[in-house]
């Protein structure tokens, strides 16, 4: 996220958060039109048709990166809503899901306790179950708004509402706890993915509701660069976590 006036929003509070967590210049990426932050590509008028031709979807021709491109699919003919990694929603959820599951079986999340049980269905109301939390996960890309959204606006989807979302979490996290035999609490776990560093942090609140990333608990930041999906449309070597190499370097 881009520290300068087009991000107004954000506020001083979330600038002093970046600040102690990830520096004043943490990196993000090259600039260009692809969503790869390992990428620089800038798309001319015939991608501009491919992606018209794909509903959204394309395939950057520099860095081989499949994505969904932002208003790609104005009349949504796929279905799918696209986030700034290039991915859609419900696989950017996915992956956040993937990482915390990593950083708990690595002991990285242990303030939450083990790893005791995850969701094999990805609409299942309660995710996973780390200790005695019955765990709701919210992944966030780092240059996006600092919100953790926990249900469903009735706008992008009809028939679902805010209250009846949270009220279906917290009857499921009470039917995990009668299964696993004590009564668990309830948590949002969010998940901040840093493509560029493959950094990611984790913060948590202890309710189901949505979230500024101020508003939660820093729990740990865990390195993902295994977990990274851009680790093989680099045109270059990966950064170790921690480094920010000028984009001269990642290139060679
Ligand atoms: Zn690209």
């Given at each position: 996220?881009?520290?300068?006036?087009?991000?107004?929003?954000?506020?001083?509070?979330?600038?002093?958060?970046?600040?102690?967590?990830?520096?004043?210049?943490?990196?993000?990426?090259?600039?260009?039109?692809?969503?790869?932050?390992?990428?620089?590509?800038?798309?001319?008028?015939?991608?501009?048709?491919?992606?018209?031709?794909?509903?959204?979807?394309?395939?950057?021709?520099?860095?081989?990166?499949?994505?969904?491109?932002?208003?790609?699919?104005?009349?949504?003919?796929?279905?799918?809503?696209?986030?700034?990694?290039?991915?859609?929603?419900?696989?950017?959820?996915?992956?956040?899901?993937?990482?915390?599951?990593?950083?708990?079986?690595?002991?990285?999340?242990?303030?939450?306790?083990?790893?005791?049980?995850?969701?094999?269905?990805?609409?299942?109301?309660?995710?996973?179950?780390?200790?005695?939390?019955?765990?709701?996960?919210?992944?966030?890309?780092?240059?996006?708004?600092?919100?953790?959204?926990?249900?469903?606006?009735?706008?992008?989807?009809?028939?679902?509402?805010?209250?009846?979302?949270?009220?279906?979490?917290?009857?499921?996290?009470?039917?995990?706890?009668?299964?696993?035999?004590?009564?668990?609490?309830?948590?949002?776990?969010?998940?901040?993915?840093n493509?560029?560093t493959g950094r990611a942090d984790?913060?948590?609140?202890?309710?189901?509701?949505?979230?500024?990333?101020?508003?939660?608990?820093?729990?740990?930041d865990y390195d993902f660069?295994?977990?990274?999906?851009?680790?093989?449309?680099?045109?270059?070597?990966?950064?170790?976590q921690?480094?920010?190499?000028?984009?001269?370097?990642?290139?060679?």
């Amino acid at each position: 996220m881009l520290r300068n006036a087009e991000n107004p929003r954000v506020g001083p509070k979330y600038w002093q958060m970046a600040d102690n967590l990830w520096g004043a210049d943490e990196t993000h990426g090259l600039y260009g039109d692809c969503a790869n932050p390992y990428c620089d590509y800038n798309m001319d008028e015939d991608d501009w048709r491919d992606v018209q031709m794909g509903e959204g979807r394309w395939q950057c021709p520099n860095c081989r990166w499949d994505q969904l491109v932002p208003d790609g699919d104005p009349y949504g003919m796929l279905g799918l809503k696209p986030t700034r990694s290039g991915l859609d929603t419900a696989s950017m959820g996915s992956l956040g899901e993937e990482v915390a599951q990593a950083a708990a079986r690595d002991g990285a999340l242990s303030p939450l306790g083990p790893l005791r049980w995850v969701s094999p269905d990805y609409n299942d109301p309660i995710d996973m179950v780390m200790g005695n939390n019955a765990l709701e996960v919210k992944t966030l890309h780092s240059e996006s708004f600092p919100r953790f959204k926990i249900a469903p606006s009735s706008v992008n989807r009809p028939g679902k509402n805010r209250a009846g979302t949270i009220a279906a979490k917290v009857q499921r996290a009470r039917e995990l706890g009668e299964a696993l035999g004590h009564p668990l609490v309830e948590g949002l776990l969010g998940v901040r993915l840093n493509f560029y560093t493959g950094r990611a942090d984790f913060f948590y609140a202890p309710e189901y509701r949505d979230r500024m990333m101020t508003a939660m608990e820093h729990l740990a930041d865990y390195d993902f660069s295994k977990q990274n999906p851009f680790r093989d449309h680099v045109p270059g070597e990966l950064p170790q976590q921690g480094e920010t190499p000028d984009p001269e370097e990642v290139f060679g």
